[in-house]
């Protein structure tokens, strides 16, 4: 059931994870130079600590932890190889991501690149490329 639009406006408790600063609810403009994409949680220490974090569409809703540049490049890279698995239609999105976690040993619950560190994320594009080498499909 979707929350209230009055819930939906307040913002939560977000923590950057390389600064240990609260994070703020922007508008995207802060980080891309005027240009807006919607809101972001971006830390208190922006832009010394280069940490933020896009929200669900329509919600306050953070899409993973904040990470610095290094971070989102990496994670860019692993949804990269991951979507390669499941956009093709031989599977859906969500067994993919069941695949990974298997492949990974990790709970299903807890396989989401929006979570994962730079490390994390390497061992996302080895098991996603495991997938696709193998024809796990």
């Not at 919607?38 to 974090?53: A, E, F, R």
Request: with cysteine; proline share 5%.
């Amino acid at each position: 059931m979707p929350k209230p639009p009055e819930i939906a406006l307040l913002a939560e408790d977000v923590w950057c994870p390389h600064c240990g600063a609260k994070a703020e609810l922007r508008d995207s403009s802060v980080v891309y130079k005027g240009r807006s994409f919607g809101l972001l949680y971006v830390c208190q220490n922006y832009p010394k600590c280069d940490s933020y974090v896009g929200v669900h569409k329509g919600t306050n809703r953070p899409k993973g932890t904040l990470a610095d540049r290094i971070t989102r490049e990496a994670r860019v890279r692993a949804h990269g190889t991951f979507d390669q698995v499941w956009k093709n239609g031989r599977m859906s999105r969500s067994k993919a991501y069941r695949l990974l976690a298997t492949l990974l040993e990790i709970p299903a619950s807890e396989m989401h690149i929006g979570q994962m560190s730079v490390e994390g994320c390497e061992k996302i594009i080895g098991a996603a490329e495991k997938i696709i080498e193998r024809n796990y499909y």
